[in-house]
């Protein structure tokens, strides 16, 4: 079966930096998304990898394994603000979105 | 603002009736998703459609039905609702259908008892 693994939930310190891992398995490969989901509200879209590599904007940056089958989203200067779930989600075969539960960030003071 | 419109935001429901919650995009975007969010699961798939008058069942279409008659709006029915159709559901639409950024709605809390 398609599987995406992710933690679910995560706590860091304002002006820290935090590593939200994503593994996943899925039949065939198309491209790996990261969206955030502040309670309460739509999914909005934060990055996209499809070849090996760090991705960076901004305070934000998304890193993709396809050998490893992992990603991780990397987020710096943590703000209250960021505060929210980080949803990783893969692309198959079939270009199908297939998506993990979401990692809660709790962000302290 | 352009962008997809849900409505209702919220609808509390009697197990049996029939409902349809609506979405609308002014994006001019090809594909349209439903999904439906749960508590401890990922977002999954009810059904898509990769331009008008097409649709496709996605991984947990069963007691859900959409139609696709122009490329703005994409209501979701249930024709009999049951307590596991509980769930926040999200409209979404891409510009391509091969999965490519998704721009979602605000969301359809439905409760349904």
């Known amino acids: 079966g398609q599987n995406i693994d992710q933690p679910t939930e995560m706590t860091a310190t304002e002006g820290a930096i935090v590593q939200i891992n994503c593994t996943y398995q899925?039949?065939?490969?198309?491209?790996l998304f990261w969206y955030q989901q502040h309670a309460g509200e739509a999914p909005t879209f934060l990055s996209y990898?499809?070849l090996d590599g760090l991705e960076e904007k901004g305070r934000f940056s998304s890193f993709l394994s396809r050998s490893k089958g992992y990603s991780y989203l990397l987020l710096k200067e943590l703000q209250m603000k960021d505060s929210a779930s980080y949803l990783c989600?893969?692309?198959?075969?079939?270009?199908?979105?297939?998506w993990g539960a979401g990692t809660k960030l709790i962000i302290k003071p | 603002i352009a962008g997809i419109t849900q409505a209702p935001t919220s609808q509390i429901l009697a197990a049996g009736r029939r409902m349809t919650l609506r979405c609308t995009q002014d994006?001019?975007?090809?594909?349209m998703y439903w999904y439906r969010q749960d508590l401890g699961l990922g977002l999954r798939l009810i059904h898509y459609?990769?331009?008008?008058?097409?649709?496709g069942k996605g991984e947990v279409p069963d007691g859900y039905s959409v139609s696709r008659a122009n490329t703005d709006d994409f209501p979701l029915t249930l024709a009999s609702a049951v307590p596991s159709q509980t769930s926040v559901y999200f409209c979404?639409?891409?510009?391509?259908?091969?999965?490519?950024?998704?721009?979602f709605g605000e969301g359809s809390r439905l409760t349904v008892l």
């Open positions: 989600a893969v692309k198959d075969s079939n270009y199908q979105l297939i």
């Open positions: 459609s990769n331009t008008a008058g097409t649709t």
């Open positions: 899925t039949s065939g490969f198309n491209g």
């Open positions: 994006m001019r975007h090809n594909a």
């Open positions: 990898n499809v």
């Open positions: 979404a639409s891409s510009d391509s259908g091969d999965g490519g950024e998704l721009f």
